[in-house]
């Protein structure tokens, strides 16, 4: 390779994935049974889903992930799955380099994301139905709402009834009043006993768990109104006289029969909204085409199912079609519409060379591409991965709203009991009927079910909307820091810039031409693969200038290269070069200067001993940089500028740019330093960078943000990442962590202010003064709305801009 001498430190970048091999082996695949020669079993042999490697289940590198042992060649290897888990789950599969097999579903909890297991089922902390860890596009249609729906339906009818007799029957004298209790109490069985079934178990499953919550108190609260109802028609005796009303022992079959139709309708509600939180992670997943146009090493063509592109495969997309996979153009040239993964509107010009990213839809022209990234590895498999892993994660605020639930029941119990106590004792005749329906009223009033659901349908609505926006957000607690960012230290190279070198200009010495000086410094350069003879190569490529393959190429030790062309003798590089062969750079001395004041990277060309002209090459800044710096600024946080680039072409990039903090020649330690610097000085940080000599600070920032055009551990690194590398996406992101902040506590307020008012109502405080009493039936109504009033709330998130 040959190295053109530059004047700036050059900026690191990775795009590789490490040399980490992980092994997996799921206990109980086919892929688990031993190889058997002579009789003797032999050791699994496990694939690396990466390169294929092999390993078997002896190794001493192990570590266990959500029930699956996985086994690794090394200790590096190890770290590195252990680091981003993820990533690397259920990626065994048989052929190197292809699409991994899928993962059997996982299950989680919204409202307590460490319960996880592979089954669907209820939380065994809340009761509330468990959701797949990541939706499928085509997933059935939750069977735990369909049930409910059954339930609710079925049962409505004879609620109605039960709600009928109990309201008017006294007045239409269809029946005995006993009998009607007879009556009430077969039309209420059916509702009790198998459409409030499963809330009884889930009340029962609380106690069991000693995790009591908002199944325990509707458990108890319908549990008791059935249950007295019950004693009262079978064995009426057992009551005082003033139990009798209407010439019957008073029953409330209607309160237990309301409440659990109520209590079906409103989870109906809440599990059909709840799935409109996954809608980002489906559309995402829709973005994907089902197959790919594979070309043959004969030259045909085949369409083939996206499982069964591997990496090195080469793919033609035609107009109108999907990119399959992540990958570079190797023939062709397009426009590509990105619009889908980054939010960027103006299709992107796509050439020889280019990046092409999976799901995104090519345009106008025909293009031949080589697959680099497949299966769990694309763009578009990562960006699913850290948005469902976000929206799993719980919110430094939820853990305010955890404590107080966690005594909530019990205190609630307590408020239940002490209101059926002073009823009964205290209140007027019938006292202890009065007792046990303010009781019930409290018990379903004070479900803690809002106040749970808070957060985290915030939580999974922002990181939806980010995702759309070109904006993902690695936990919940990076979405409510994010507002809190006071200063920003901003990488130059990939960050500020394109991070890729460009030709800026040629200048010809006195009795040449311009475009001369360009096609031979050209071709000279197309024995170099340094980024910077790319540059030089392509720019004229793109002026169809008619390039020649050069002689005796060498490359200087840093200092540039010489070869001839046509017999003549070329040279390119720095100043030093030249002073080795004796040609003079005198002429161009202060347009040399200039160039390098603008930040660019100067070459001299030298033929036959004689300077022929300068090549100036930068890295242009990104046109979105100045409009995103302006936003920043004038939402009063301070910029601060930290590359190792020099010093020279640091503070012209920072004068362009208005930036007026500017720190040059800084290493990964010194970036780090400047972090703890800012941070000791009371300052809450956020670092953005693209590179691996960025890792660091973007770590011990209190909000890495890493741009989605760079390296794999600069993201690792950070909490945030921007996928096209837009640095006006840090404003959409603060915009978004207050709105979502702001959503979380309305939440929180509501649900607190929800119960503050209700239980004293409900327990009859009012009644002195007002003679106002809660119904259980208008209580359930209360609950039910409470909860669908929280997720409504986080649902409007979505229109967030």
């Not at 109520?262 to 197959?291: D, W």
């Not at 005796?552 to 001839?564: A, D, K, L, P």
Request: charged content about 20%; some cysteine.
């Amino acid at each position: 390779m040959s190295t053109h001498q530059h004047d700036e430190h050059e900026h690191s970048h990775d795009h590789g994935h490490g040399h980490g091999h992980v092994h997996s082996h799921d206990h109980g695949n086919s892929q688990g049974h031993p190889a058997v020669n002579n009789g003797e079993a032999k050791p699994t042999a496990l694939k690396d889903p990466v390169c294929g490697m092999t390993v078997t289940e002896h190794s001493a590198h192990q570590s266990t992930h959500m029930g699956r042992t996985f086994f690794f060649c090394g200790t590096k290897c190890k770290t590195k799955f252990d680091a981003n888990s993820m990533q690397y789950m259920g990626e065994h599969t048989e052929k190197p380099k292809a699409l991994p097999a899928a993962v059997g579903t996982i299950y989680t909890c919204p409202m307590h994301p460490e319960i996880r297991q592979d089954h669907p089922g209820n939380c065994p902390k809340c009761g509330m139905t468990l959701e797949s860890l990541i939706p499928e596009l085509e997933e059935d249609e939750n069977s735990e709402l369909g049930d409910f729906q059954r339930r609710f339906w079925w049962t409505l009818p004879l609620t109605v009834v039960v709600t009928f007799l109990a309201m008017a029957g006294h007045r239409l004298n269809w029946f005995d009043m006993s009998v009607q209790s007879w009556i009430e109490m077969a039309l209420s069985l059916p509702i009790v006993l198998w459409a409030g079934w499963p809330f009884f178990s889930r009340g029962l499953q609380s106690v069991v768990n000693r995790s009591p919550n908002m199944w325990t108190l509707i458990g108890l609260g319908t549990g008791a109104a059935f249950l007295y109802s019950l004693v009262a028609t079978l064995a009426p005796q057992v009551f005082p006289d003033s139990f009798i009303s209407m010439g019957r022992v008073a029953v409330y079959y209607e309160a237990s029969a309301v409440i659990i139709s109520l209590t079906l309708l409103g989870q109906v509600l809440e599990l059909k909204a709840r799935s409109q939180t996954s809608a980002a992670i489906k559309s995402l997943l829709g973005l994907a085409p089902k197959t790919a146009r594979r070309i043959r090493p004969d030259g045909s063509e085949e369409d083939v199912p996206l499982t069964h592109v591997h990496v090195g495969d080469l793919l033609r997309i035609r107009p109108g079609e999907k990119v399959p996979v992540d990958g570079v153009v190797t023939d062709g040239g397009s426009a590509v519409d990105e619009s889908m993964l980054t939010g960027e509107p103006v299709p992107v010009s796509k050439r020889v060379g280019d990046k092409v990213i999976g799901a995104t839809m090519n345009t106008n022209g025909a293009l031949v591409m080589r697959s680099e990234k497949v299966g769990s590895a694309t763009m578009l498999s990562q960006i699913v991965q850290m948005v469902a892993q976000a929206q799993r994660s719980r919110a430094p605020m939820q853990r305010m709203a955890d404590v107080v639930a966690g005594w909530f029941v019990m205190a609630v119990v307590t408020v239940a009991l002490i209101t059926f106590l002073g009823w009964g004792m205290f209140g007027p005749e019938p006292s202890w009927v009065y007792a046990l329906i303010n009781a019930v009223a409290v018990l379903i009033i004070a479900c803690p079910c809002a106040l749970g659901l808070a957060t985290p349908m915030s939580i999974m609505v922002a990181t939806g909307r980010g995702a759309t926006h070109g904006v993902l957000f690695r936990d919940a607690a990076a979405i409510e820091n994010f507002r809190k960012i006071d200063t920003l230290i901003i990488d130059k190279t990939g960050t500020l810039t394109e991070g890729r070198p460009a030709f800026d200009r040629a200048i010809p010495a006195s009795g040449f031409e311009e475009a001369e000086v360009l096609r031979l410094a050209a071709s000279l350069d197309q024995g170099s693969e340094h980024p910077l003879a790319d540059a030089i190569v392509r720019a004229a490529r793109e002026r169809n200038l008619q390039l020649e393959k050069p002689e005796n190429f060498e490359s200087g030790s840093g200092i540039g290269v010489h070869g001839q062309v046509r017999g003549r003798q070329l040279a390119l590089g720095n100043t030093a070069l030249m002073d080795q062969l004796g040609v003079s750079v005198q002429a161009l001395m202060t347009e040399a200067e200039a160039l390098r004041s603008e930040g660019s990277s100067v070459m001299h060309l030298a033929i036959d001993g004689q300077l022929m002209g300068l090549l100036a090459v930068s890295d242009p800044i990104k046109p979105s940089t100045p409009e995103a710096l302006a936003t920043l600024k004038a939402a009063g946080i301070r910029i601060v500028m930290a590359t190792g680039d020099g010093l020279t072409t640091a503070r012209s990039v920072g004068a362009r740019l208005g930036i007026d903090e500017v720190h040059g020649e800084v290493k990964p330690a010194d970036k780090l330093a400047l972090v703890d610097w800012l941070q000791k000085q009371g300052r809450v940080v956020a670092m953005a960078g693209d590179g691996i000599n960025d890792a660091p600070a973007l770590a011990k920032a209190d909000v890495g943000i890493a741009m989605g055009t760079g390296t794999d551990v600069a993201m690792n690194s950070a909490q945030v990442t921007l996928v096209r590398g837009d640095l006006r996406g840090i404003a959409v992101a603060r915009k978004l962590s207050q709105d979502t902040v702001r959503n979380m506590k309305q939440n929180l307020m509501f649900a607190f202010l929800y119960n503050a008012l209700g239980i004293p109502v409900a327990a009859g405080v009012l009644y002195p003064l007002t003679g106002w009493l809660l119904s259980p039936m208008i209580a359930a109504l209360a609950m039910s709305f409470s909860s669908a009033s929280v997720i409504g709330n986080a649902l409007r998130l979505r229109r967030s801009h």
